[in-house]
C-alpha cells in the first residue's frame, strides 16, 4: 500500500472511531427541568449569561436573622430600544435584563435573553463592608420618584438611609446609578460601600468533542489597566483585589454584566466568590466616614448586554478586553474586523467565513507547498538514511554527520515539512477565537446549518478537512 493510501486511510478511521466515540460513550448535557431558568446557550441551545453579587458579612448577617414581615413589593419597568429592565422595591435591585435582539434558542418562538432570574440571583445589591451599622441587602425601598428613563428609591433604616438613583441609557447597555449614604445614626458610619452581583453557574460540562456551558459563568474584571479573568475550579474559592478597579463583572461565552466604578482610586475593593453553584462580584469604593447627618454620593454603571465588539468599545472602559480572543489577540482583531467587513458585502456570515477563509489558504499557499516539497523530499531519502542508520548504529556521531552530509548534498531541510506548518497556526488558532467568541455568529443560519456558532451536528466540515 503507498503512503498517501495509508495516510487516507489513518484519517477515515481516525474519524470514524471519533464519532462512534462520541456517539456512544460521550456523555451527553444534563437537560435542564422544566421551567428551570433559561441560561446559557450551549446546554439546551440557550443563552443568558447572568453577572452576580458577591456575599458580605452584613448580607450574610441579614440572611440569618429573623424575617421581618415586608409590606406589598413595588415593581418598576424602564425600556429602550435595546433593552428592559426590572426593579423591586426590595433592595431596590435589578429583577430582570431582557435583551431585545437576543433569543435564549434558535426555535421561532424562543423567549428572549434575559440576564437575571429573580429567583436565583441577586442583581445590583448595595453592600456594606466592615461597616458599623446593617445594610440589609433586601431592604423595603419606596419609589420616590419615576419617569421614561429614571428611577429614584429611598429606605430609611435605623442608622442610615440610602437614596438610589437609576437612569438608563437609550444609546448603549447602560445603567447609570447614583447611590447616596445618608448617617441618620447619633455616631459615626464607618465602613466601605459598594455593589454586588450574584448570579446561579451551574458547573461546566464537558465531552470529548464539545463543552457544554449550562450557564456557566466566569469572574473577569480590569485591575490597574490589565485584564484578569478568574474561572471556576473544583473547590469553592473566594477572592479579594485592591487597587485601580475599571470594572469587575460575570461573563459568559456571549454575553456579560459588569460593574463599572465612576469614581477610579486606587484604594477601590473588588471582591469574587464561587460557593456552590454561586458565582459572584461586588466593586467598593475607598472607605468613608460620616459625621450624623453627613452623606456620601458614590457613581456606578452598569454594562448588561452581548460581547459585540463596538458596543463594548462605546462604553470606554476597556469592556472590549473581556472577548476572550487567546494568547493571539494581535492576530485575531485584523480577522475579525475583516469578517465583519466581508460581510457587509456580502450579507451573509457564512459567506464571509468561505472568503476569509480561501483568502487565508490563497495568501499562506506558498509555505503549504513548501513544507509538502521538503516533506517529499525527505520521503524520498528514506530508503538512503535506513541504510546509513544500519551502517553506523554503532556510531552516533559518524551517523549524525553523514545523514547532515546527505541532507547538504540533497539540499534537503529536515525541519522544512514542519517549520511552514508551525508558522500557519497561529493565523488558524487566532481564526478559530474569533469564530468561537464572535456573538455576531451566534444562532445565525447557513445552508443546513441552524446555528454557525454551533458544533457541526453532522460532523461533515470535519469530514472534508479531514479527505
Known amino acids: 500500500m503507498k503512503p498517501e493510501q495509508r495516510s487516507l486511510l489513518a484519517i477515515v478511521l481516525s474519524i470514524g472511531v471519533l464519532v462512534v466515540w462520541y456517539m456512544v460513550f460521550s456523555p451527553h448535557a444534563t437537560k435542564q427541568p422544566a421551567g428551570a431558568p433559561q441560561t446559557t446557550e450551549e446546554s439546551a441551545n440557550t443563552e443568558a449569561a447572568a453577572p452576580a453579587v458577591t456575599t458580605s458579612p452584613t448580607e450574610a448577617a441579614a440572611a440569618s436573622a429573623p424575617k421581618v414581615k415586608k409590606g406589598p413589593e413595588q415593581t418598576v419597568h424602564l425600556s429602550t430600544t435595546r433593552f428592559d429592565v426590572s426593579f423591586s422595591s426590595y433592595g431596590a435591585r435589578v429583577t430582570s435584563v ?123 474584571y480590569q485591575l490597574g489597566g490589565s485584564l484578569k479573568r478568574i474561572h471556576r475550579e473544583k473547590k469553592d474559592r473566594e477572592g479579594l483585589e485592591r487597587g485601580v478597579v475599571a470594572w469587575t463583572g460575570l461573563e459568559s461565552r456571549y454575553f456579560l454584566t459588569a460593574l463599572i466604578s465612576r469614581q477610579l482610586s486606587d ?110 523530499a525527505m520521503q524520498k531519502l528514506q530508503p538512503q538514511l535506513a541504510e546509513l542508520r544500519e551502517k553506523f548504529k554503532d556510531d552516533k556521531a559518524r551517523l549524525n554527520q553523514e545523514t547532515m552530509a546527505m541532507f547538504r548534498a540533497h539540499k534537503v531541510n529536515p525541519m522544512g515539512g514542519c517549520l511552514p506548518m508551525l508558522i500557519q497556526m497561529p493565523i488558524y488558532i487566532a481564526l478559530y477565537r474569533v469564530l468561537f467568541s464572535s456573538i455576531e455568529l451566534r444562532h445565525t443560519p447557513f445552508l443546513f446549518y441552524k446555528d454557525l456558532a454551533a458544533p457541526d451536528p453532522y460532523y461533515v466540515t470535519p469530514i472534508l478537512l479531514g479527505i
Open 98 to 220: 431582557i435583551l431585545k435582539n437576543y433569543h435564549a434558542t434558535v426555535a421561532k418562538d424562543a423567549q428572549l435573553v434575559n440576564l437575571v432570574n429573580y429567583g436565583t440571583d441577586r442583581a445590583l445589591v448595595v453592600e456594606c463592608r466592615h461597616c458599623n451599622v446593617e445594610v440589609p441587602p433586601d431592604a423595603e425601598y419606596t419609589v420616590e420618584s419615576k419617569d421614561e428613563r429614571s428611577v429614584r428609591f429611598r429606605w430609611d433604616g435605623p442608622k442610615v438611609a440610602i437614596v438610589r438613583d437609576y437612569t438608563i441609557d437609550d444609546e448603549r447597555y447602560l445603567l447609570d446609578q447614583k447611590v447616596t449614604v445618608i448617617n441618620r445614626g447619633d455616631e459615626a458610619l464607618n465602613g466601605e460601600i459598594g455593589l454586588g452581583w450574584t448570579s446561579h453557574s451551574p458547573p461546566v460540562q464537558k465531552s470529548f468533542l464539545k463543552r457544554t456551558d449550562n450557564g456557566a459563568l466566569d469572574v473577569v
Open 267 to 376: 484604594q477601590e475593593v473588588l471582591t469574587y466568590d464561587f460557593l456552590g453553584d454561586d458565582v459572584g462580584t461586588a466593586l467598593y469604593y475607598p472607605p468613608v466616614s460620616l459625621r450624623p447627618g453627613d452623606q456620601v454620593e458614590l457613581q456606578y454603571s452598569a454594562y448588561m448586554g452581548p460581547k459585540e465588539i463596538n458596543e463594548l468599545s462605546a462604553v470606554g472602559v476597556g469592556l472590549d478586553s473581556s472577548i476572550d480572543h487567546g494568547w493571539f489577540s494581535i492576530l485575531a482583531l485584523p480577522i475579525l474586523y475583516s469578517l465583519r467587513f466581508f460581510h457587509d458585502y456580502l450579507h451573509s456570515w457564512g459567506l464571509a467565513i468561505i472568503l476569509l477563509t480561501f483568502i487565508f489558504k490563497i495568501l499562506l499557499n506558498p509555505l503549504t507547498v513548501k513544507g509538502l516539497k521538503s516533506m517529499k
